[in-house]
């Protein structure tokens, strides 16, 4: 028997449209990649979805580009 909770399987999306469907319920981390222009910043999201018709969300978010990429993120409006 294959013990479904410690399994790890990654579903990579890269073309629109950006959704995945799934049963069941859990504790996930996405990792989401966002390109502006020639730089690339990685974004965080927890996402918890319980056994019931409710979705609870708990957000950590860390935003590290390199430091000679902000003044390209401040011009695109991506840093305020």
């Known amino acids: ?3 479904l909770i ?3 399987f990654f579903i990579v999306v890269r073309q629109a449209p950006f959704a ?6 859990g504790t996930f981390q996405l990792q989401i990649e966002v390109a502006f222009l020639d730089c690339v ?4 999201y927890d996402l918890t979805l319980f ?5 609870h969300t ?12 902000w003044s390209k993120l401040i011009q695109l409006g991506g840093v305020s």
């Open 1 to 3: 028997l294959i013990n």
């Open 6 to 8: 410690t399994c790890r």
């Open 20 to 25: 995945i469907e799934e049963d069941g319920f």
């Open 41 to 44: 910043t990685t974004f965080y």
């Open 51 to 55: 056994d019931q018709n409710a979705l």
């Open 58 to 69: 708990y957000r950590t978010i860390q935003m590290d580009p390199a430091p000679e990429d």
